[in-house]
Protein backbone atom coordinates (compact mmCIF):
# COMPACT_ATOMS: atom_id res chain seq x y z
CA UNK A 1 0.00 0.00 0.00
CA UNK A 2 1.05 3.18 -1.53
CA UNK A 3 1.73 6.31 1.39
CA UNK A 4 -0.42 8.58 -0.69
CA UNK A 5 -3.54 5.56 -0.04
CA UNK A 6 -2.51 5.25 3.88
CA UNK A 7 -2.20 9.02 4.23
CA UNK A 8 -5.62 9.40 2.55
CA UNK A 9 -7.21 6.41 4.39
CA UNK A 10 -6.09 8.17 8.03
CA UNK A 11 -7.63 10.92 6.77
CA UNK A 12 -10.81 10.02 5.58
CA UNK A 13 -11.24 7.60 9.25
CA UNK A 14 -10.47 11.10 11.38
CA UNK A 15 -12.78 13.21 9.70
CA UNK A 16 -15.61 10.85 9.03
CA UNK A 17 -15.36 10.24 13.09
CA UNK A 18 -14.91 13.30 14.45
CA UNK A 19 -16.88 15.55 11.52
CA UNK A 20 -20.64 15.31 13.53
CA UNK A 21 -18.54 16.61 16.59
CA UNK A 22 -16.66 19.63 15.03
CA UNK A 23 -20.21 20.40 12.99
CA UNK A 24 -21.99 20.25 16.72
CA UNK A 25 -18.98 22.43 18.45
CA UNK A 26 -18.95 24.67 16.29
CA UNK A 27 -22.51 25.61 15.99
CA UNK A 28 -22.23 26.15 19.94
CA UNK A 29 -19.06 28.04 19.77
CA UNK A 30 -19.56 29.87 16.64
CA UNK A 31 -23.72 30.38 17.55
CA UNK A 32 -24.65 33.41 15.14
CA UNK A 33 -27.26 35.79 15.71
CA UNK A 34 -29.15 37.69 12.83
CA UNK A 35 -28.59 41.57 13.47
CA UNK A 36 -29.37 44.06 10.72
CA UNK A 37 -29.31 42.00 8.03
CA UNK A 38 -26.18 39.57 9.01
CA UNK A 39 -25.40 37.15 11.21
CA UNK A 40 -23.31 38.25 14.59
CA UNK A 41 -21.28 35.32 16.20
CA UNK A 42 -21.80 36.11 19.82
CA UNK A 43 -17.86 34.91 20.85
CA UNK A 44 -16.83 37.82 18.64
CA UNK A 45 -19.10 40.13 20.28
CA UNK A 46 -18.25 38.39 23.89
CA UNK A 47 -13.85 39.61 22.77
CA UNK A 48 -15.31 43.02 21.67
CA UNK A 49 -17.13 44.07 24.79
CA UNK A 50 -14.32 42.51 26.55
CA UNK A 51 -12.16 45.17 24.51
CA UNK A 52 -14.30 48.08 25.21
CA UNK A 53 -15.11 47.49 28.55
CA UNK A 54 -11.18 47.04 29.32
CA UNK A 55 -10.53 50.45 27.66
CA UNK A 56 -13.06 52.04 29.62
CA UNK A 57 -12.39 50.34 32.91
CA UNK A 58 -8.17 51.36 32.74
CA UNK A 59 -8.97 55.06 31.22
CA UNK A 60 -7.71 54.21 27.35
CA UNK A 61 -4.07 52.51 29.11
CA UNK A 62 -3.18 51.34 25.53
CA UNK A 63 -3.44 55.11 23.91
CA UNK A 64 -1.95 57.03 27.33
CA UNK A 65 1.13 54.55 28.24
CA UNK A 66 1.66 53.48 24.23
CA UNK A 67 5.16 55.57 24.91
CA UNK A 68 5.84 54.32 27.96
CA UNK A 69 5.24 50.54 26.54
CA UNK A 70 7.71 51.20 23.89
CA UNK A 71 10.12 52.56 26.49
CA UNK A 72 10.03 49.22 28.64
CA UNK A 73 10.59 46.41 25.50
CA UNK A 74 13.38 49.12 25.30
CA UNK A 75 14.63 47.69 28.44
CA UNK A 76 14.63 51.52 30.40
CA UNK A 77 13.01 49.97 33.26
CA UNK A 78 14.97 46.50 33.41
CA UNK A 79 15.50 45.79 37.16
CA UNK A 80 18.68 43.77 37.63
CA UNK A 81 18.36 40.41 39.29
CA UNK A 82 14.55 40.04 38.56
CA UNK A 83 13.14 36.81 38.85
CA UNK A 84 11.77 35.33 34.74
CA UNK A 85 14.01 33.85 31.87
CA UNK A 86 13.38 36.35 28.63
CA UNK A 87 14.04 39.89 28.67
CA UNK A 88 10.64 42.16 27.48
CA UNK A 89 11.75 42.22 23.95
CA UNK A 90 11.94 38.16 23.35
CA UNK A 91 8.40 37.79 25.47
CA UNK A 92 6.93 40.19 23.13
CA UNK A 93 8.40 38.67 20.07
CA UNK A 94 7.86 35.27 21.37
CA UNK A 95 3.79 35.78 21.69
CA UNK A 96 3.63 37.96 18.75
CA UNK A 97 4.90 34.99 16.54
CA UNK A 98 1.63 32.63 17.89
CA UNK A 99 -0.36 35.73 16.55
CA UNK A 100 1.13 36.91 13.16
CA UNK A 101 0.88 34.28 10.71
CA UNK A 102 -1.49 32.80 7.86
CA UNK A 103 -4.56 35.32 9.26
CA UNK A 104 -2.53 38.12 8.54
CA UNK A 105 -2.14 36.84 4.71
CA UNK A 106 -4.91 35.04 4.00
CA UNK A 107 -7.57 36.11 6.70
CA UNK A 108 -7.39 39.56 5.71
CA UNK A 109 -8.11 38.49 2.01
CA UNK A 110 -11.13 37.10 2.89
CA UNK A 111 -12.21 40.08 5.12
CA UNK A 112 -11.93 42.81 2.43
CA UNK A 113 -13.86 40.51 0.01
CA UNK A 114 -16.41 39.71 2.21
CA UNK A 115 -16.70 43.03 3.95
CA UNK A 116 -15.23 45.30 1.24
CA UNK A 117 -12.32 48.04 1.78
CA UNK A 118 -14.45 49.38 5.34
CA UNK A 119 -14.00 45.99 6.95
CA UNK A 120 -10.50 47.32 7.40
CA UNK A 121 -11.25 50.53 9.59
CA UNK A 122 -12.79 47.99 11.78
CA UNK A 123 -10.44 45.64 11.98
CA UNK A 124 -8.15 48.48 12.98
CA UNK A 125 -10.30 49.31 15.70
CA UNK A 126 -10.76 46.01 17.13
CA UNK A 127 -7.52 45.81 17.21
CA UNK A 128 -6.90 49.19 19.67
CA UNK A 129 -9.70 47.25 21.85
CA UNK A 130 -7.61 44.28 22.04
CA UNK A 131 -4.89 46.00 23.20
CA UNK A 132 -6.31 46.87 26.82
CA UNK A 133 -7.67 43.31 26.54
CA UNK A 134 -4.42 41.95 26.46
CA UNK A 135 -3.13 44.57 28.72
CA UNK A 136 -5.18 42.96 31.67
CA UNK A 137 -4.71 38.78 30.88
CA UNK A 138 -0.70 39.13 30.62
CA UNK A 139 -0.56 41.41 34.07
CA UNK A 140 -2.19 38.49 35.78
CA UNK A 141 -0.01 35.90 33.94
CA UNK A 142 3.09 37.55 34.98
CA UNK A 143 1.29 38.28 38.94
CA UNK A 144 0.05 34.48 39.82
CA UNK A 145 2.94 32.86 37.61
CA UNK A 146 5.12 30.20 39.19
CA UNK A 147 9.03 30.05 39.71
CA UNK A 148 10.04 26.95 39.48
CA UNK A 149 13.44 25.41 41.71
CA UNK A 150 15.51 25.34 38.10
CA UNK A 151 14.51 29.06 37.86
CA UNK A 152 12.11 28.20 34.75
CA UNK A 153 9.18 29.64 35.14
CA UNK A 154 5.47 28.53 34.49
CA UNK A 155 2.00 31.00 33.57
CA UNK A 156 -1.08 31.58 31.46
CA UNK A 157 -4.31 31.28 32.45
CA UNK A 158 -3.99 27.88 34.10
CA UNK A 159 -2.35 29.51 36.93
CA UNK A 160 -3.89 32.78 37.17
CA UNK A 161 -7.22 31.70 37.53
CA UNK A 162 -6.69 29.36 40.60
CA UNK A 163 -4.44 31.51 42.28
CA UNK A 164 -6.27 35.22 41.33
CA UNK A 165 -9.53 33.63 42.28
CA UNK A 166 -8.46 32.21 45.68
CA UNK A 167 -7.03 35.31 46.54
CA UNK A 168 -10.06 37.26 45.81
CA UNK A 169 -12.91 35.01 46.88
CA UNK A 170 -11.49 32.28 48.97
CA UNK A 171 -12.69 28.84 49.12
CA UNK A 172 -15.17 28.82 46.96
CA UNK A 173 -12.98 30.55 44.11
CA UNK A 174 -10.57 28.03 44.26
CA UNK A 175 -12.88 25.51 43.79
CA UNK A 176 -13.73 27.52 40.51
CA UNK A 177 -10.59 28.42 39.72
CA UNK A 178 -9.25 24.34 39.07
CA UNK A 179 -11.98 23.73 37.46
CA UNK A 180 -11.19 26.81 35.22
CA UNK A 181 -7.85 26.18 35.12
CA UNK A 182 -8.04 22.39 34.26
CA UNK A 183 -10.24 23.50 31.20
CA UNK A 184 -8.04 25.85 30.09
CA UNK A 185 -5.42 23.45 29.85
CA UNK A 186 -7.09 20.96 28.19
CA UNK A 187 -8.19 23.54 25.59
CA UNK A 188 -4.56 25.21 25.22
CA UNK A 189 -3.32 21.77 24.57
CA UNK A 190 -5.39 20.51 21.88
CA UNK A 191 -5.36 23.80 20.17
CA UNK A 192 -1.35 23.66 19.73
CA UNK A 193 -1.79 20.14 18.45
CA UNK A 194 -3.47 20.79 15.77
CA UNK A 195 -4.34 24.71 15.44
CA UNK A 196 -0.75 25.59 15.88
CA UNK A 197 0.70 22.92 14.91
CA UNK A 198 -0.36 20.67 11.84
CA UNK A 199 -1.97 23.45 10.50
CA UNK A 200 0.57 25.27 10.10
CA UNK A 201 3.25 22.53 9.03
CA UNK A 202 0.16 21.60 6.55
CA UNK A 203 -0.50 25.38 5.22
CA UNK A 204 3.16 26.58 4.63
CA UNK A 205 4.05 22.67 3.20
CA UNK A 206 1.11 23.47 0.47
CA UNK A 207 2.39 27.19 -0.20
CA UNK A 208 5.78 25.59 -1.15
CA UNK A 209 4.26 22.79 -3.00
CA UNK A 210 2.56 26.07 -5.41
CA UNK A 211 6.38 27.43 -5.78
CA UNK A 212 7.98 24.38 -6.70
CA UNK A 213 5.49 22.95 -9.88
CA UNK A 214 2.96 22.08 -7.84
CA UNK A 215 2.03 18.31 -7.58
CA UNK A 216 4.38 17.49 -10.83
CA UNK A 217 7.04 19.30 -8.75
CA UNK A 218 9.94 17.91 -6.85
CA UNK A 219 7.81 18.00 -3.08
CA UNK A 220 4.74 17.18 -4.72
CA UNK A 221 4.97 13.51 -4.15
CA UNK A 222 4.40 11.95 -0.24
CA UNK A 223 7.89 11.34 -0.62
CA UNK A 224 8.45 14.91 -0.81
CA UNK A 225 5.82 15.68 1.96
CA UNK A 226 7.29 13.46 4.34
CA UNK A 227 11.10 15.00 3.45
CA UNK A 228 9.22 18.43 4.06
CA UNK A 229 7.61 17.13 7.63
CA UNK A 230 10.63 15.74 9.04
CA UNK A 231 12.84 18.23 8.24
CA UNK A 232 10.03 20.88 9.77
CA UNK A 233 10.06 18.49 12.83
CA UNK A 234 13.57 18.39 13.10
CA UNK A 235 13.96 21.88 13.81
CA UNK A 236 11.19 22.22 15.89
CA UNK A 237 12.40 19.03 18.44
CA UNK A 238 15.84 20.86 18.30
CA UNK A 239 14.35 24.59 19.54
CA UNK A 240 11.74 22.85 22.08
CA UNK A 241 13.74 21.38 23.52
CA UNK A 242 15.71 24.09 24.85
CA UNK A 243 12.58 25.97 26.40
CA UNK A 244 11.49 29.44 26.26
CA UNK A 245 14.66 30.75 26.45
CA UNK A 246 15.84 28.73 22.61
CA UNK A 247 12.46 29.72 21.55
CA UNK A 248 12.72 32.98 22.45
CA UNK A 249 15.99 33.51 20.90
CA UNK A 250 14.55 32.28 17.44
CA UNK A 251 11.31 33.77 17.59
CA UNK A 252 13.63 37.27 18.59
CA UNK A 253 15.32 36.90 15.05
CA UNK A 254 12.30 35.03 12.60
CA UNK A 255 9.26 37.38 13.97
CA UNK A 256 11.57 40.60 12.65
CA UNK A 257 12.86 39.20 9.92
CA UNK A 258 9.38 37.95 8.57
CA UNK A 259 7.23 41.07 9.23
CA UNK A 260 10.13 43.09 7.98
CA UNK A 261 10.03 41.06 4.51
CA UNK A 262 6.52 41.38 4.44
CA UNK A 263 6.15 45.26 5.41
CA UNK A 264 9.08 45.72 2.87
CA UNK A 265 6.97 44.02 0.22
CA UNK A 266 3.68 46.05 1.28
CA UNK A 267 5.43 49.21 1.33
CA UNK A 268 6.89 48.59 -2.43
CA UNK A 269 3.42 47.77 -3.86
CA UNK A 270 1.94 50.87 -2.17
CA UNK A 271 5.06 53.32 -3.39
CA UNK A 272 4.93 52.43 -6.87
CA UNK A 273 1.06 53.17 -6.82
CA UNK A 274 1.50 56.16 -4.36
CA UNK A 275 -1.29 58.15 -6.69
CA UNK A 276 -4.02 55.57 -5.19
CA UNK A 277 -3.32 55.67 -2.05
CA UNK A 278 -5.84 58.88 -1.04
CA UNK A 279 -8.59 57.00 -3.16
CA UNK A 280 -7.98 53.70 -1.46
CA UNK A 281 -7.41 55.35 2.24
CA UNK A 282 -10.99 57.20 1.21
CA UNK A 283 -12.34 53.87 -0.04
CA UNK A 284 -11.59 52.45 3.44
CA UNK A 285 -13.20 55.41 5.13
CA UNK A 286 -16.10 55.71 3.47
CA UNK A 287 -16.44 51.89 3.10
CA UNK A 288 -16.60 51.05 7.22
CA UNK A 289 -19.70 53.93 7.04
CA UNK A 290 -21.34 53.45 3.30
CA UNK A 291 -20.47 49.93 2.38
CA UNK A 292 -21.70 49.24 -1.22
CA UNK A 293 -22.40 45.30 -1.91
CA UNK A 294 -22.50 44.11 1.43
CA UNK A 295 -24.46 41.82 3.20
CA UNK A 296 -25.99 43.85 6.45
CA UNK A 297 -24.22 47.48 5.05
CA UNK A 298 -22.01 48.87 8.00
CA UNK A 299 -22.88 46.24 10.11
CA UNK A 300 -22.27 43.73 8.01
CA UNK A 301 -18.55 45.65 7.82
CA UNK A 302 -18.11 45.82 11.40
CA UNK A 303 -19.03 42.40 12.32
CA UNK A 304 -16.68 41.04 9.38
CA UNK A 305 -13.72 43.13 10.63
CA UNK A 306 -14.28 42.67 14.05
CA UNK A 307 -13.78 38.88 13.59
CA UNK A 308 -11.37 38.65 11.54
CA UNK A 309 -9.30 40.82 13.60
CA UNK A 310 -10.38 38.96 16.89
CA UNK A 311 -9.11 35.84 15.17
CA UNK A 312 -5.89 37.76 14.27
CA UNK A 313 -4.64 38.84 17.43
CA UNK A 314 -6.44 36.01 20.28
CA UNK A 315 -6.92 39.58 22.21
CA UNK A 316 -9.00 37.52 25.30
CA UNK A 317 -7.80 33.96 24.86
CA UNK A 318 -5.18 33.36 27.32
CA UNK A 319 -2.64 31.97 25.22
CA UNK A 320 0.04 35.07 25.04
CA UNK A 321 0.04 35.24 28.87
CA UNK A 322 1.99 32.16 28.99
CA UNK A 323 4.98 33.42 26.86
CA UNK A 324 4.94 36.65 28.27
CA UNK A 325 4.80 34.84 32.17
CA UNK A 326 8.87 34.03 31.36
CA UNK A 327 10.06 37.55 31.72
CA UNK A 328 12.27 39.21 34.06
CA UNK A 329 10.31 41.59 35.76
CA UNK A 330 9.36 42.75 39.60
CA UNK A 331 6.50 44.19 38.21
CA UNK A 332 3.48 42.44 36.47
CA UNK A 333 2.09 45.22 35.08
CA UNK A 334 5.51 46.24 33.03
CA UNK A 335 4.74 43.24 31.00
CA UNK A 336 0.78 43.89 30.63
CA UNK A 337 2.37 46.85 29.03
CA UNK A 338 4.52 45.60 26.74
CA UNK A 339 1.98 43.20 25.81
CA UNK A 340 -0.52 45.73 24.72
CA UNK A 341 2.05 46.39 21.43
CA UNK A 342 0.87 42.96 20.17
CA UNK A 343 -2.52 43.51 18.74
CA UNK A 344 -1.18 46.76 17.78
CA UNK A 345 1.67 44.94 15.55
CA UNK A 346 -0.67 41.65 14.85
CA UNK A 347 -3.55 43.40 13.57
CA UNK A 348 -3.20 48.11 13.43
CA UNK A 349 0.18 47.22 11.57
CA UNK A 350 0.37 44.00 9.56
CA UNK A 351 -3.11 43.40 8.88
CA UNK A 352 -3.88 46.99 7.63
CA UNK A 353 -0.35 46.77 5.43
CA UNK A 354 -2.15 43.40 3.90
CA UNK A 355 -5.64 45.59 3.17
CA UNK A 356 -4.09 48.42 2.20
CA UNK A 357 -1.83 46.54 -0.39
CA UNK A 358 -5.40 44.82 -1.80
CA UNK A 359 -6.84 47.25 -1.77
CA UNK A 360 -4.66 50.15 -3.78
CA UNK A 361 -3.43 46.74 -6.27
CA UNK A 362 -7.11 45.92 -7.06
CA UNK A 363 -5.87 42.69 -8.40
CA UNK A 364 -8.28 40.49 -10.32
CA UNK A 365 -8.98 37.79 -8.17
CA UNK A 366 -10.15 40.37 -5.56
CA UNK A 367 -12.70 41.58 -7.74
CA UNK A 368 -13.60 37.90 -8.35
CA UNK A 369 -13.75 36.94 -5.08
CA UNK A 370 -16.37 39.84 -4.12
CA UNK A 371 -17.92 38.91 -6.68
CA UNK A 372 -18.54 36.07 -4.91
CA UNK A 373 -16.41 33.43 -6.63
CA UNK A 374 -14.36 31.28 -3.85
CA UNK A 375 -11.10 32.28 -4.43
CA UNK A 376 -8.30 31.57 -1.57
CA UNK A 377 -7.67 34.13 0.80
CA UNK A 378 -3.60 33.67 0.33
CA UNK A 379 -4.26 33.87 -3.98
CA UNK A 380 -5.41 37.34 -3.51
CA UNK A 381 -2.78 38.26 -1.57
CA UNK A 382 -0.34 37.24 -3.55
CA UNK A 383 -1.50 38.66 -6.80
CA UNK A 384 -1.99 42.04 -5.36
CA UNK A 385 1.90 41.60 -4.51
CA UNK A 386 2.54 40.15 -7.95
CA UNK A 387 1.26 43.05 -10.11
CA UNK A 388 4.25 44.57 -9.24
CA UNK A 389 6.27 41.71 -7.87
CA UNK A 390 6.19 38.99 -10.22
CA UNK A 391 8.30 37.20 -8.70
CA UNK A 392 7.23 37.95 -5.11
CA UNK A 393 5.20 34.12 -4.86
CA UNK A 394 8.36 33.42 -3.44
CA UNK A 395 9.17 35.40 -0.90
CA UNK A 396 5.54 34.99 0.10
CA UNK A 397 6.78 31.65 0.52
CA UNK A 398 9.85 32.40 2.51
CA UNK A 399 7.21 34.53 4.34
CA UNK A 400 4.69 31.71 5.36
CA UNK A 401 7.22 29.39 6.30
CA UNK A 402 8.27 31.91 8.77
CA UNK A 403 5.49 32.42 10.07
CA UNK A 404 4.57 28.50 10.07
CA UNK A 405 7.70 27.79 12.21
CA UNK A 406 7.74 30.74 14.52
CA UNK A 407 4.01 29.89 15.33
CA UNK A 408 4.98 26.16 15.54
CA UNK A 409 7.43 27.05 18.66
CA UNK A 410 5.44 29.30 20.37
CA UNK A 411 2.05 27.48 20.43
CA UNK A 412 4.68 24.07 21.16
CA UNK A 413 6.29 26.06 24.33
CA UNK A 414 2.22 27.24 24.75
CA UNK A 415 0.98 23.12 24.78
CA UNK A 416 3.77 21.86 26.88
CA UNK A 417 3.22 24.36 29.90
CA UNK A 418 -1.02 23.04 29.40
CA UNK A 419 0.69 19.57 29.18
CA UNK A 420 2.61 19.75 32.44
CA UNK A 421 0.06 21.73 34.43
CA UNK A 422 -2.41 18.36 33.61
CA UNK A 423 0.30 16.14 34.15
CA UNK A 424 3.06 17.26 35.97
CA UNK A 425 6.79 18.42 35.17
CA UNK A 426 8.54 14.86 35.20
CA UNK A 427 11.21 14.36 32.52
CA UNK A 428 9.31 11.81 31.37
CA UNK A 429 6.46 13.74 31.05
CA UNK A 430 8.20 16.87 29.18
CA UNK A 431 9.78 14.19 26.77
CA UNK A 432 6.44 12.42 26.42
CA UNK A 433 4.75 15.79 24.94
CA UNK A 434 7.58 16.74 23.29
CA UNK A 435 7.73 13.74 21.00
CA UNK A 436 3.81 13.74 20.47
CA UNK A 437 4.51 17.47 19.47
CA UNK A 438 7.13 16.82 17.16
CA UNK A 439 5.38 13.70 15.37
CA UNK A 440 2.62 16.12 14.37
CA UNK A 441 4.48 18.40 12.90
CA UNK A 442 5.33 15.51 10.02
CA UNK A 443 1.61 14.18 10.13
CA UNK A 444 0.94 18.01 9.31
CA UNK A 445 2.76 17.82 5.67
CA UNK A 446 1.08 13.89 4.72
CA UNK A 447 -2.67 15.09 6.29
CA UNK A 448 -5.10 17.74 6.08
CA UNK A 449 -7.50 16.76 9.60
CA UNK A 450 -9.50 19.41 8.40
CA UNK A 451 -12.11 18.31 11.26
CA UNK A 452 -10.01 18.47 13.95
CA UNK A 453 -8.48 21.61 12.69
CA UNK A 454 -11.93 23.15 13.20
CA UNK A 455 -12.75 21.60 16.50
CA UNK A 456 -9.57 22.90 17.82
CA UNK A 457 -10.60 26.76 16.55
CA UNK A 458 -13.80 26.00 18.78
CA UNK A 459 -12.09 24.30 21.60
CA UNK A 460 -9.62 27.58 21.55
CA UNK A 461 -12.17 30.04 21.47
CA UNK A 462 -14.23 28.61 23.69
CA UNK A 463 -11.19 29.59 26.29
CA UNK A 464 -11.86 33.12 25.30
CA UNK A 465 -15.24 32.38 27.38
CA UNK A 466 -13.43 30.83 30.62
CA UNK A 467 -10.64 33.42 30.12
CA UNK A 468 -12.63 36.25 30.48
CA UNK A 469 -15.04 35.74 32.87
CA UNK A 470 -11.80 35.54 34.80
CA UNK A 471 -10.29 38.60 33.87
CA UNK A 472 -13.66 40.80 34.85
CA UNK A 473 -13.11 38.80 38.52
CA UNK A 474 -9.50 39.89 38.61
CA UNK A 475 -9.35 42.95 37.16
CA UNK A 476 -9.04 45.38 40.10
CA UNK A 477 -5.66 43.57 40.96
CA UNK A 478 -4.87 44.48 37.41
CA UNK A 479 -5.45 47.72 38.57
CA UNK A 480 -3.33 48.00 42.00
CA UNK A 481 -0.26 46.33 39.43
CA UNK A 482 -0.43 49.42 37.17
CA UNK A 483 -0.48 51.70 40.18
CA UNK A 484 2.75 50.07 41.61
CA UNK A 485 4.40 50.14 38.37
CA UNK A 486 3.46 53.52 37.73
CA UNK A 487 4.86 54.69 40.56
CA UNK A 488 7.94 52.79 40.32
CA UNK A 489 8.59 54.90 36.95
CA UNK A 490 7.78 58.01 38.46
CA UNK A 491 10.79 57.22 40.93
CA UNK A 492 13.15 55.98 38.55
CA UNK A 493 12.55 59.00 36.43
CA UNK A 494 12.90 61.39 39.24
CA UNK A 495 16.41 59.51 39.82
CA UNK A 496 15.33 58.07 43.30
CA UNK A 497 16.40 54.23 44.97
CA UNK A 498 14.02 52.18 43.89
CA UNK A 499 15.69 49.65 46.28
CA UNK A 500 15.64 46.99 43.20
CA UNK A 501 19.75 46.96 43.44
CA UNK A 502 20.00 49.00 39.62
CA UNK A 503 20.65 52.59 40.64
CA UNK A 504 23.40 53.20 38.55
CA UNK A 505 21.02 53.15 35.59
CA UNK A 506 20.55 56.89 34.15
CA UNK A 507 16.60 58.34 35.28
CA UNK A 508 14.77 58.01 31.42
CA UNK A 509 12.26 60.79 31.37
CA UNK A 510 9.35 59.54 29.48
CA UNK A 511 5.36 59.91 29.78
CA UNK A 512 3.94 58.27 32.31
Known amino acids: MSLDSVTQSVDEAVSGFFEPIAKWLGEVVFYTVPVGGTDLPLIVAWLVVAGLVFTGWFGFVQLRKFRLAVDVVRGRYDEKGSTGEVNHFQALTAAVSGTVGLGNIAGVAVAVSIGGPGATFW ?3 CGLLGMATKFVEVTLGVKYREVHPDGTVSGGPMHYLPKGLTERFGKNGKTLGKVLAVLASFLILFFGLFGGNLFQVNQSYAQLVSVTGGEDGALGSSAGALFFGILIAALVGIVLLGGIRSIANVTSRL ?11 CLIVILVNITAVPDAVASIVEGAFNPEGVAGGVLGALIIGFKRAAFSNEAGLGSAPIAHSAVKTRHP ?36 ARAG ?15 VLPWFPYILTVAVLL ?19 LFGRSRASEVT ?13 LLTLQTLIDMADAFLFTLAVINIIGLYLLAPVVKRE ?4 LEFVRARNAGEDTGNGDDDQKPVKTTV
Open 123 to 125: MIL
Open 403 to 421: FAVSTVLTWGYYGLKSWTY
Open 482 to 485: LASF
Open 255 to 265: VPAMAGIYIVA
Open 373 to 387: EDIGGVTITSDAFET
Open 433 to 445: YKVVYTVFAVAGS
Open 333 to 368: ASEGLVALLEPFIDTVVVCTMTALTIVIANPASWGE
